[in-house]
């Protein structure tokens, strides 16, 4: 796989581990190699004409009390790689034929989207349930390497706090809670975005200086995208049928999953962390960039469900 100098700024460091969490470990690198530079990017899908019939499933629907979600396997061997993404199973088409070439990787697609049924009210909590018992329900046995984008490294978090034994290792990308505010104190005015960039946390315990920056602020990769996955985004873009989570949901999960990993918060003891970031995010965004986020953020809060 070819991958381009400047986008090959990479550190991370581990404690000495067993055998076993070495190979975790450099299945974890290799992770962040197929990474580079080709970055999801379900957010560039634009509409198209609706299909007169929806496309085959990639993968097979699995019950997980009721209804049905979106399972995308490809490749053999352990530990299986689950994305847990922001969007969609086609976001990582870019992605999952590199880590499918040494291991089995699966790629999920919460209640609501693309192939999946609809649910109940969305929230992390249900996405956890949701991953846990599809995974079980295939056949799909632990531990596994979590792959967290966005908000899915929110997920990831939870997933782990309550599952502690079925994940061997994680990587982080553009984790959420680095784009997101801070619940408001109890009383005070609801807000979710100020007119500068949050700052960002602290690096996870176990990967002190894991932060890979990445070189792709004038490639969007979309185009890069195969045929057949670039088709898949059009067609679940014109379908206007998602069901993502508003700010306030998103808020929390946030905090579900510090109060859930209270007293060892980014920590994972001695399992493999990565944690992956774009360069843009360690830069102060423009004043204008600010205040577009900033009405975008606004216009997601009054999209809140009240029930």
Request: charged share 15%; aromatic share 6%; net charge negative.
């Amino acid at each position: 796989m070819e991958v381009r100098e400047e986008c090959m700024l990479a550190t991370c460091e581990k404690q000495p581990l067993s055998a076993t969490s070495d190979i975790v470990y450099c299945k974890c690198l290799t992770i962040i190699l197929a990474l580079l530079c080709v970055l999801p990017v379900g957010t560039l899908a634009q509409k198209a004409d609706t299909a007169q019939n929806p496309p085959a499933p990639l993968g097979k629907l699995f019950d997980v009390g009721g209804y049905r979600v979106h399972l995308y396997c490809t490749g053999t061997g352990s530990p299986t790689v689950v994305i847990l993404g922001a969007d969609y199973s086609f976001d990582w088409g870019l992605v999952q034929p590199e880590i499918a070439a040494i291991t089995q990787i699966c790629a999920y697609d919460h209640s609501g989207s693309a192939w999946s049924d609809k649910g109940p009210k969305d929230s992390c909590a249900l996405r956890v349930q949701e991953v846990h018992t599809a995974l079980k329900n295939a056949g799909i046995a632990g531990p596994y390497v979590l792959v967290g984008h966005s908000l899915g490294a929110v997920i990831t978090r939870l997933y782990a706090a309550q599952y502690p034994d079925e994940v061997a290792g994680a990587v982080f990308i553009d984790h959420a809670f680095a784009m997101i505010n801070r619940r408001p104190a109890s009383g005070a005015p609801a807000t979710t975005a100020t007119t500068t960039t949050p700052p960002m946390p602290p690096p996870p315990a176990s990967a002190p200086a894991g932060r890979i920056a990445l070189g792709m602020t004038d490639d969007p990769n979309f185009s890069k995208l195969p045929a057949r996955d670039i088709d898949l985004h059009r067609w679940w873009g014109a379908q206007a049928q998602g069901n993502p989570l508003s700010m306030a949901d998103m808020l929390d999960c946030i905090a579900q999953a510090d109060a859930s990993i209270k007293g060892q918060i980014y920590s994972f003891g001695d399992k493999p962390l990565v944690d992956v970031s774009a360069a843009g995010a360690l830069r102060p965004a423009p004043p204008a960039v600010a205040e577009e986020r900033a009405s975008k953020y606004a216009e997601l809060q009054t999209k809140t469900d009240p029930t």
